[in-house]
């Protein structure tokens, strides 16, 4: 796994969702396939065949959360007031539509298209990790490239 950028919050969110997945999480599933034994043949029973999906899924989540709690960097934002970082608010100007857009820059842990918050592990926050105020970037997407421009930190 590739190591990946956390802010503080980003951290304590899958902490708190291994914290989940280790003691609540695993409680229910140990009971639903206790429920699902006490109906007797296993081999033919969707309950306990649910069940030790759900318990697959949740060893796996659980593996991966580890795993990136293990390799991960936590940073901390810049004080600099000019730079755009992570935890950041910006208005970003998208030069190819002549657009403005309120922007967060957050880990890919926080990430949330919808409300504009994205993962500095994106093209777009690559891009505009640590760019200055007034300064432009060129973004490198799937999709093909297009030019942004910080205009002010928020």
Same mark, same amino acid.
């Given at each position: ?10 951290? /304590? /969110? ?11 999480k695993r409680a ?31 060893? !796996? ?31 970003? /100007? ?9 922007? !967060? ?50």
């Open positions: 796994m590739s190591n990946v950028i956390l802010s503080e919050s980003g951290k /304590k /969110k899958l902490e708190d969702e291994l914290e989940y997945l280790k003691t609540v229910e599933i140990k009971e639903a396939l206790k429920l699902a034994r006490a109906q007797g043949d296993l081999s033919e029973n969707a309950d306990y065949s649910a069940a030790k999906d759900d318990q697959s899924m949740n060893e !796996t989540r659980i593996q991966e959360i580890e795993d990136i709690l293990k390799t991960s960097t936590v940073v901390e934002s810049s004080v600099n007031e000019d730079i755009f970082d992570l935890n950041k608010k910006a208005l970003v /100007k998208f030069c190819d539509v002549d657009e403005d857009e309120e922007i !967060t820059l957050v880990s890919s842990v926080e990430a949330d298209v919808k409300n504009m918050k994205i993962s500095i592990d994106s093209p777009l926050g690559r891009a505009l990790y640590k760019l200055e105020v007034s300064k432009k970037a060129l973004v490198e997407s799937p999709d093909g490239s297009y030019e942004v421009q910080l205009l002010k930190i928020l």
